[in-house]
């Protein structure tokens, strides 16, 4: 299977430049007062749209349809009052760059938007298997630097500077996946439909690491099966237990180790296992 997950960095980016627009729309609609009022309600705003529209787009890239209203209530009670933290952080931090570095008082806001993408990433994680918070929020972070740069370079345009770091966010939340994991997955969902389908099939990505990766037809699995074929809620476990990649199959009844290159089956999902530095091979 070729690599898709560009595929993912590309989802999450257009997701976060998004949730970027919309604050920036959702900021001029509420023309906040005074100025630690606006820097407060900017900062918070694009925080949680941003990582809620990631949020989102990683359930659309699971396969799964309609809203994830649990993950992002989850990522909402991380990001408005973090964000709303990091805004009245960016007001403040005016201050310390004018009065003690010698730089504009509007240089604050980097601290502002770098403390608002770490926070976006460190929600965000919750519902990314296996990304680890403390990767997803200097990815987060970095999306953050970015954004306020752009911003700055683009003439202090604040809704372009907005959707730029929600896109710069999503883009790095995706890549520091893929430079920190040691195993993944990539897998494949076959049609189950009779006869000619003009359906693509779509080639997905999930990182192996301390959580295990479910497969089944139940809400709160990683890998989805398909509706209507009888597979249970839970048909399949993949584990990483110390250098061992182990499979529990409920379908097939079976146990077994994989390893790098190792290909199977479980219900209409094929999938493939891969190592970044992998210490045996599977044909």
């Not at 990001?79 to 201050?95: C, E, K, Q």
């Not at 003690?100 to 502002?112: E, P």
């Not at 296996?130 to 202090?156: D, E, I, P, Q, T």
Request: positive net charge; hydrophobic residues 50%; proline residues 4%.
């Amino acid at each position: 299977m070729r690599n898709m997950h560009q595929s993912k960095w590309v989802r999450f980016g257009l997701a976060g430049g998004a949730g970027g627009l919309l604050a920036g729309m959702a900021y001029h609609l509420l023309e906040p007062r005074g100025a630690a009022l606006t820097w407060i309600v900017g900062v918070c705003l694009v925080c949680v749209m941003a990582a809620g529209a990631i949020v989102w787009a990683q359930h659309r890239y699971q396969g799964r349809a309609g809203l994830p209203w649990g993950p992002l209530a989850r990522c909402a009670a991380v990001t408005l009052p973090g964000g709303a933290l990091a805004g009245f952080i960016a007001y403040h931090s005016g201050f310390f760059t004018s009065g003690v570095l010698g730089l504009g008082s509007d240089y604050g806001r980097f601290f502002g938007w770098v403390i608002a993408g770490a926070l976006a990433g460190w929600a965000v994680a919750a519902s990314v298997p296996n990304l680890k918070r403390g990767h997803a929020a200097l990815g987060g972070a970095a999306g953050g630097l970015a954004g306020c740069s752009v911003m700055y370079l683009l003439g202090h345009s604040l809704v372009a500077g907005l959707a730029v770091q929600g896109l710069a966010i999503g883009v790095c939340v995706a890549l520091v996946e893929v430079v920190f994991r040691k195993a993944w997955l990539e897998y494949e969902a076959l049609p189950v439909s009779e006869g000619v389908t003009l359906r693509k099939r779509v080639r997905r990505v999930v990182a192996l690491g301390d959580k295990p990766i479910v497969f089944g037809a139940g809400r709160a699995v990683d890998i989805v099966l398909a509706d209507g074929m009888g597979y249970p809620e839970e048909a399949a476990r993949l584990e990483v237990r110390g250098a061992r990649i182990v499979l529990e199959d409920r379908i097939n009844r079976l146990s077994r180790d994989l390893q790098n290159g190792s290909r199977g089956q479980v219900g209409n999902v094929e999938y493939l296992v891969r190592e970044s530095l992998p210490t045996a091979s599977a044909p």
